[in-house]
């Protein structure tokens, strides 16, 4: 099945600067890959998502980044706020839509 | 808010015990998936359900089952309850089986087993 692998585990970032997580997946007929943020006490929330026929993908201080070639997909925050603190997650699917998940960064902006 | 609602938010059992988990999916949405969030073992996949049958299993102990009924809500039964169980229950729901809908997720069920 599918492996995905993310790092760091934690990130500590100064408000204003940017963060950028890392994921890798196993399997190479997933063509799906979302993030998710989860704050304290809440589920997990969509903040973007990549489809493998597409390298790039923004939306506003977020951006995501897929190397199919290579398996590996990042997430881009800019100027972080301190509303960005929270664990964030990737994910990767293949076409039956098991999501299988990284095992979370636990991010904070510092103020 | 993510449409999908799970009852209860939280429930405290003793150990041996069954309890059900209760989700209602996003209005139209027929899939609907079950994970199991615990420290150790982050967002593990239970089950998946698309319009009343089963069609993907995960990592889900025999003492656990669900189902999903015609109006499209779903079940997670937990039965003969250990320590371990204790855990986020996470239901969430997406519009097709064809790849890339968007899964959403509702608050979870926060059980602990004593």
């Known amino acids: 099945g599918e492996n995905v692998e993310q790092h760091p585990s934690t990130l500590s970032v100064q408000e204003g600067d940017s963060a950028v997580i890392k994921c890798t997946y196993s399997?190479?007929?997933?063509?799906?890959f979302p993030w998710y943020k989860q704050e304290l006490g809440k589920g997990p929330q969509l903040i973007i998502d990549?489809?493998?026929?597409?390298g790039e993908k923004k939306d506003q201080r977020i951006a995501v980044t897929l190397n199919k070639t290579a398996k590996h997909f990042s997430l881009h925050i800019t100027e972080t706020q301190p509303e960005d603190s929270a664990v964030y997650f990737c994910a990767a699917s293949r076409e039956n839509y098991k999501l299988s998940f990284g095992a979370g960064t636990t991010v904070t902006v510092r103020a | 808010d993510s449409g999908v609602t799970q009852t209860p938010k939280h429930l405290i059992t003793a150990t041996g015990q069954r309890v059900t988990l209760r989700c209602s999916p996003r209005?139209?949405?027929?899939?609907v998936y079950w994970y199991q969030q615990s420290l150790d073992q982050g967002l593990q996949f239970l089950i998946q359900y698309y319009n009343g049958e089963e069609r993907a299993k995960g990592n889900i102990l025999e003492r656990f089952s669900a189902q999903q009924f015609p109006d499209l809500h779903s079940e997670l039964n937990l039965s003969s309850l250990e320590l371990g169980d204790s855990a986020l229950y996470f239901c969430a729901s997406s519009s097709t089986v064809s790849s890339g809908n968007t899964i959403y997720f509702g608050e979870g069920s926060w059980l602990t087993v004593v």
């Open positions: 990549i489809r493998s026929n597409v």
């Open positions: 399997d190479s007929a997933s063509n799906y």
């Open positions: 209005s139209g949405d027929l899939s």
